[in-house]
């Protein structure tokens, strides 16, 4: 048996091979598990304390309500729970002269001397405690005599069935003993015990009824059936007053009598209060535990981990990776059924943290690598084979950036060998899950926005594109011909190779079909250019190569032919079918290139046809959902009246758009009849999404269906009143960037990395992505009166309680005019906020923000453009309802919120202030959590909204929450910061309306491609926004001060083609993007000696201390320019990178170059960083927030062109 031991070597909790524990001690413990159960087992009669007779349940529900309940995943991770044969036969029941001969068995009224067994004298009241009978120690069933000696032997019933001369008596007790529980045994436990009695009658010496009973004890469906919580959550029942975490700790380790166990499931019981059912890792034995015993459980289980974490030093000569080895030794990825993940390689010549796809070979294939590994090296690798790999030329080219090829020549990818096989090491950093081809195709469009993602050079997109062909043919083989199998004898044998247990897992593929020739099959299918697409998505998606069709096509007789002389009656060869079952030929694949043109011509045409023109129902409408309208216009439900709607609504638009068309010189009259018809477009959006929801004629999958096609009509529509109406800078392809000179109001503290000159670096970067030139590229800078006045009066409150707002505006009014970086948020202890800081000005700053977010807001859906960005400060998604929101530390230079504001504006509706739009959705790819959004938006789910934010962060970085003090888990929120700010509030998504992604101690671009594609968009799809609104944040730039990016310029202009694209998709191209973080602007003015220390001068004996003048009482505490406090101005800024202070006097060095930003620096305006940040700052003269910026504002331009919805 194994028994979990702790390894100092290793500091980690691992399994031994150890001899058992003797069997007496072992019996003894089995008595104390099932007193345990007796005692504290809470099921559902128990628990009913009123006392009145539960609902009776017929056998039908209870055998439809086992199938209902999943299987938890917790005990999942340590035991396989096979499924039990269906057609189970009921046990019978019991007669009285069968009832009374387990009594006797069991000794019952027999007053046994016994101070071992405090078994109560008789039939327990649960069936859980009566199926533990099973296992109390009993004299010899053979025996008249029921009153046993001390010294007689005693043994439980399960071991006299295994003793020869008592084997048949004892198996009839048995079956006797699980016929009597079975009556009153949950249904899912009822069919354990009568498969066990089947079982144990047909096959008594092979089959294992001790494994079998105890499955009752730790099965989850019994569980939960019993009355048990098997998922953890952090709900707790109002019922218990006092609960130390109730099912929160369902998965939680624990340290019981010595040995490691976990919690499995957690019940409220009226009487004893809450309880937990835990299980031992040895032997997968179960108890329960009340609160006071779980917490010194987890209290031991905690400190011993931490001691031998803590343990002495590594001894020389000892394996210096034993630590990962043992991280990862269960280690798994979703998917391996299919034999295709993403690896990395180890090779020179490839870009490293690039993934790509790979098939892991089985253990019983033959290792051809000429590599010798120690066994306890191995068994922590897998072999894998690289498809088509862009790195194996054989030469000394490496791939270094993007678009960068270095060595003796450039790199043709199509002769190099479309296979190579490594032996990698099995963590998270080297293998991930294969998230392409579940639908049956490849989303070329997918693949595209992955690829820019790389850093690859153009040229190898594609090898990229051949490598995913053939990792989905193998997956689509996998899961098609050979499907997910359990282990056999063969697969047992291959555990006992030098590799780790993920090469147990995958399909062994024919050797026949790893010998295809894919080169030849490749070399067919012609390639798209990764900057190619189509506004048609269905064009988007490729076939897969069918490698089952083409081996069946080699067997016989397809592989004769059809016109073959050897198909003739009596040569043994069966006739070929003139049309056979899969019609499919092994022609070449149609080219995705031709498809893609055709679409967009057909699109364009289209388009063109319909501005042109008066705009018909037929084409807002496809001509089946238009047949599904008429089929519901003659019902009377409220969807009856959606087509009649449709035509009224493309009459008046007609009308509309052609009086706007008229209008010249008036431009007031022009956007309000504008806005007014296209708010009308939207409001009938919404009336129609509603009714078909509530459409009791539907499916749910119908409902789905006509509600997408819906949206696309209504989208349509407006897409078309828009054209129509668009003029040279109006409209249609138009992109604004929004200012205010308020902003430049806001000066923070010296020092702080969230310096004034952020903005005019992000007004130059602007103007040279070419906002302004051009009249469809606006530059507006100053917002109007009335939008700040619709912020203060109504907006404001909406998402900021009052008494916030004015703590912030009083704070600020109270400062003097020459006040410069005062502290504006700490709490009422004087404790956080420090890094906040401003003058008078900034709260009218604040609002500016608010207002140029909501202006986009107008400008967008009233028509007048597609897309714009505010170029604003101070940044905003820190800021929540009050102080310190989500229990932050501090604000995180933030005042007001105006992403959350515009969206708030953007769904209010028209009678309150608002646009009246039905829901908004915020993607924020800031590198820290946007707490202060969430928390304003989504507190609460609220169907309005949609919170998406990729970060910095996680569970291993920022610790865990525990109910426990004395829980030593590391803590954010608390005085001393510990992991990334916010805090734990990004570590986790609290319901649908919030899609936090942490990714880790560093953003990553591989890491936000595939959030991008295989998270974000399939959560923004199924929202479908009415318009989306970035929190564009540039601090995960890999020059930025902060140091937790590895993010280039150009992956921020992909970033935002993903989030247009997406916008373009769902809702009509409506997006804007609000300046956030994003801090790697060089320095623009010489540098002062404010950092440095002044020497002292040398002490006078003769002077007197002169008398230090009284201050003058101050509203708000202040920091003058000069001053520098021992406090940190920067907790964004991680740990390891903060500023030192320097000891000693010395001279300041000047920056290398300063940044050139013109007139858009105002005279009066500083900007002095201290020496540790100036030298952090350096390279960003190469690349950092200026590029950034321009990069995102170019894309915006390059993506605000509508096309009519198909």
């Known amino acids: 048996s194994a028994q979990i031991h702790y390894s100092k070597d290793m500091g980690e909790i691992i399994m031994h091979d150890v001899p058992s524990e003797p069997a007496a001690k072992r019996l003894k413990m089995d008595q104390l598990v099932g007193l345990k159960q007796e005692k504290y087992t809470a099921t559902s009669i128990v628990s009913n304390s009123s006392g009145a007779e539960l609902p009776k349940t017929t056998e039908d529900e209870k055998a439809n309500a086992v199938d209902e309940i999943e299987i938890d995943e917790v005990v999942t991770k340590y035991i396989k729970i096979p499924e039990l044969p269906k057609n189970i036969p009921k046990l019978p029941q019991l007669n009285a002269s069968e009832k009374a001969e387990l009594e006797r068995t069991f000794q019952f009224n027999s007053n046994i001397d016994n101070e071992e067994d405090t078994t109560e004298d008789g039939w327990h009241e649960d069936w859980s405690g009566n199926l533990a009978l099973i296992k109390k120690h009993i004299s010899n069933p053979l025996l008249k005599r029921r009153k046993p000696h001390k010294t007689e032997m005693t043994l439980s019933l399960l071991e006299w069935a295994e003793q020869r001369s008592t084997q048949s008596q004892a198996r009839h007790l ?163 059924e299919h034999g295709v993940i993403l ?55 490496s791939i270094v950036g993007a678009g960068s090829v270095v060595g003796p020549r450039a790199v043709d990818y199509s002769s190099l060998p479309l296979f190579q096989m490594e032996s990698i090491e099995v963590s998270e950093d080297t293998i991930q899950k294969y998230p392409y081809g579940s639908t049956g195709g490849l989303n070329r469009h997918q693949l595209q926005v992955a690829f820019r993602f790389t850093g690859l050079p153009k040229n190898a997109f594609r090898r990229f594109l051949q490598s995913h062909r053939l990792a989905v043919a193998l997956k689509m083989y ?54 190619s697409t189509s506004a048609d998505v269905n064009s988007n998606i490729d076939p897969p190569i069918d490698l089952a069709f083409i081996m069946k096509s080699m067997e016989p007789p397809h592989c004769y032919g059809k016109n073959s002389h ?112 296209l708010q009308e477009c939207l409001r009938e ?33 407006i897409q078309y009143v828009t054209k129509k109406c668009s003029s040279e800078g109006f409209g249609n392809g138009v992109t604004v960037v929004l200012s205010d000179s308020r902003c430049n109001q806001h000066i923070t503290k010296i020092g702080c990395v969230e310096r004034p000159v952020r903005l005019p670096a992000a007004l130059k970067a602007a103007k040279l992505a070419g906002a302004g030139s051009t009249a469809s590229f606006q530059f507006q800078y100053g917002v109007e009166d ?46 956080g906020g420090l890094d906040t800081t401003g003058t008078r000005g900034t709260y009218d700053a604040a609002v500016a923000g608010v207002a140029a977010a909501m202006k986009a807001v107008d400008l967008i859906v009233g028509g007048q453009c597609v897309n714009a960005f505010c170029a604003t400060r101070p940044p905003g998604h820190h800021a929540g309802r009050d102080l310190h929101p989500m229990g932050a530390v501090s604000n995180g230079f933030c005042l007001l919120n105006p992403v959350a504001c515009a969206a708030i504006y953007a769904t209010t509706p028209p009678s309150q202030g608002g646009l009246g739009l039905k829901r908004a959705a915020v993607i924020d790819f800031d ?133 247009c694209e997406m916008a373009a998709r769902f809702c009509g191209g409506r997006i804007f993007s609000v300046l956030e973080g994003g801090y790697g602007v060089p320095c623009c003015r010489p540098q002062k000696d404010i950092f440095i220390p002044q020497a002292q001068p040398p002490a006078q004996p003769q002077a007197q201390p002169q008398p230090q003048p009284q201050p003058q009482p101050q509203p708000q505490p202040q920091v003058q320019p000069h001053e520098v406090k021992n406090t940190n101005p920067n907790p964004l800024i991680p740990e390891g990178i903060k500023e030192k202070p320097l000891s000693t006097p010395q001279k300041r060095s000047q920056p290398s170059k300063l940044l050139e930003l013109g007139n858009l620096l105002p005279e009066n305006m500083d900007d002095q960083v201290t020496p540790g940040m100036q030298r952090r700052l350096e390279k960003c003269s190469a690349e950092g927030f200026m590029e950034c910026v321009r990069a995102h504002v170019k894309s915006l331009k390059e993506n605000n062109s509508q096309t009519l919805c198909d």
């Open 927 to 1059: 590198v820290h959590h946007g707490n202060g959004t969430q928390d304003i938006l989504c507190s609460t789910y609220d169907p309005r909204f949609l919170y998406v934010s990729m970060h910095a962060g996680g569970a291993q970085i920022n610790g865990y929450e525990s109910d426990d003090p004395d829980v030593d888990f590391p803590r954010v929120g608390s005085k001393k910061q510990v992991g990334i700010f916010p805090g734990r509030c990004g570590d986790k998504s609290p319901h649908k309306g919030v899609i936090n992604i942490p990714l880790g101690p560093r953003v990553t671009p591989h890491g936000v491609g595939a959030s991008l594609l295989n998270i974000i968009e399939p959560g923004v799809e199924e929202f479908s926004p009415d318009i989306i609104i970035l929190s564009a944040g540039f601090d995960g730039h890999k020059n930025d001060p902060l140091g937790m990016g590895g993010l280039s310029a150009q992956d921020f202009a992909h970033i935002t083609d993903f989030a």
């Open 174 to 336: 048995g079956r006797n003993l699980l016929a009597h529980v079975y009556s009153s045994a949950p249904p899912m436990a009822q069919k354990i015990l009568s498969h066990t009695s089947q079982s144990w009658e047909q096959d008594p010496e092979r089959y294992d009824v001790s494994n079998s009973i105890k499955r009752c004890s730790y099965d989850p469906n019994v569980l939960c059936q019993d009355g048990w919580t098997t998922k953890p959550s952090k709900e707790v029942s109002p019922e218990a007053g006092r609960a130390f975490g109730g099912p929160a700790h369902i998965g939680q380790h624990i340290n019981w009598q010595g040995y490691e166990a976990v919690v499995i499931a957690y019940v409220h019981d009226h009487d004893i209060g809450d309880l937990w059912k835990a299980m031992w890792l040895d032997g997968f034995e179960t108890f329960d535990v009340e609160a006071e015993e779980l917490q010194a459980a987890v209290r031991k289980w905690n400190q011993r981990k931490k001691r031998y974490n803590k343990s002495e030093k590594k001894v020389p000569g000892t394996d210096a990776t034993s630590n990962r080895f043992a991280a990862t030794k269960d280690f798994h990825v979703d998917g391996i």
């Open 786 to 831: 009335h939008y700040m006045k619709l912020a203060n009066e109504k907006f404001l409150e909406k998402a900021h309680t009052v008494s916030y707002l004015k703590k912030i505006k009083g704070r600020c009014a109270a400062l003097s005019p020459d006040a410069e970086g005062a502290h504006l948020t700490e709490g009422s202890d004087g404790e």
């Open 566 to 677: 050897l198909n003739e009656k009596g040569n043994g060869v069966q006739d070929v079918e003139k049309k056979p079952k899969d019609t499919r030929s092994l022609s070449t694949i149609d080219s995705p290139v031709c498809k893609a043109l055709a679409s967009k011509i057909d699109m364009s045409q289209r388009a063109a046809e319909v501005i042109d023109s008066h705009l018909q129902v037929e084409s807002v409408l496809s001509e089946s959902f238009r047949q599904e309208l008429e089929g519901l216009s003659n019902t009377d439900l409220p969807s009856a009246s959606l087509l009649e709607n449709v035509k009224k609504l493309v009459a008046r638009c007609n009308r509309v758009t052609g009086n706007v068309v008229a209008i010249q010189e008036d431009k007031e009259l022009k956007i309000r009849k504008l806005r007014s018809l």
């Open 685 to 717: 959006k919404s009336y129609g999404e509603d009714v078909l929801a509530a459409d009791g004629s539907l499916l749910e999958r119908e409902v789905a269906l006509t509600l997408v096609q819906w949206r696309k009509a209504c989208e349509r529509l």
């Open 478 to 531: 996998a899961t098609d011909e050979i499907g997910t199998r359990p282990l056999s004898l063969k697969d047992a044998k291959a555990a006992l190779f030098d590799t780790h247990a993920l090469a147990l897992k995958v399909p062994r593929f024919p050797a026949a079909l790893l010998h295809l020739p894919f080169h030849f099959i490749l070399s067919k299918i012609q390639t798209q250019s990764p900057e």
């Open 343 to 397: 690896a990395t390689t180890y090779s020179p010549n490839a870009r490293q943290g690039v993934f790509w796809p790979a098939r892991v070979m089985h253990a019983s294939e033959p290792d051809i690598s000429s590599t010798q590994r120690k066994r306890s090296s191995a068994k922590q690798k897998v072999s894998v084979v690289f498809l088509a790999p862009y790195w194996n030329s054989g030469s000394e080219t």
